[in-house]
């Protein structure tokens, strides 16, 4: 695989993987509700992404850190409206 193509694979899976959260992140904010969401499965899944995070700017590599801030900042949403509104 040529490096565009491999550059390309990688950007458009972190477009698809970190879109998934755009509707969620959206109807948290509609309906202003996270209930759904259990406190350490947030905390999990903000220590991960925040270690991608890291490692994508390790690595020098767009698709991991633009793709893990974009999703860090999404399920910040997410983590905002359920302290909010408990």
Known sequence: MTPSATLALGMVAAAVTTGAWVPQ???T???RSARDFSWP???MLCVGI?????YGIV???AA???ANAVTLV???VIVAVKVRHR
């Open 25 to 27: 992140a959206w109807r």
């Open 29 to 31: 904010l509609r309906t």
């Open 41 to 43: 499965s947030l905390a």
């Open 50 to 54: 925040a270690l991608w995070l890291g």
């Open 59 to 61: 690595r020098h590599d």
């Open 64 to 66: 991991i850190t633009g």
């Open 74 to 76: 999404l399920i910040g």
